[in-house]
Nanobody
Framework: QVQLVESGGGLVQPGGSLRLSCAAS????????IGWFRRAPGKAREGVLC????????YYTDSVKSRFTISRDNAKNTVYLQMNNLEPEDTAVYYC????????????????WGQGTQVTVSS
């Protein structure tokens, strides 16, 4: 079974940090691009950023460029999203997804999705 499982979400105060994990089973992540997405309450889903199999990264959302980073541990078949200086506006369910990799761009489609992990930023 192809499966992606997110973990690491929780409640954090503004200015705090969280590290989300996306663990894959049933396939090897290193041949895919992995994207992080989020859905805030009452809002549409938006892309955050992606990492390609080459290690190249692309941000979907300018608001997180100076605060969020993505990395991959191929040995653990896991991708991470490091989130620093969190703001209340970052509150959302965060999803990881896998799609065909390319040299320069994020995938056009993501066939595989996790079920999400809740991040709440509040004082």
């Amino acid at each position: 079974q192809v499966q992606l499982v997110e973990s690491g979400g929780g409640l954090v105060q503004p200015g705090g940090s969280l590290r989300l994990s996306c663990a894959a089973s049933g396939f090897t992540l290193d041949v895919y691009a992995i994207g992080w997405f989020r859905r805030a309450p009452g809002k549409a889903r938006e892309g955050v950023l992606c990492i390609r199999s080459s290690g190249g990264r692309t941000y979907y959302t300018d608001s997180v460029k100076s605060r969020f980073t993505i990395s991959r541990d191929n040995a653990k078949n896991t991708v991470y999203l490091q989130m620093n200086n969190l703001e209340p506006e970052d509150t959302a369910v965060y999803y990881c997804a896998a799609g065909p990799t390319s040299l320069r761009d994020c995938p056009r489609e993501y066939p595989y999705w996790g079920q999400g992990t809740q991040v709440t930023v509040s004082s």
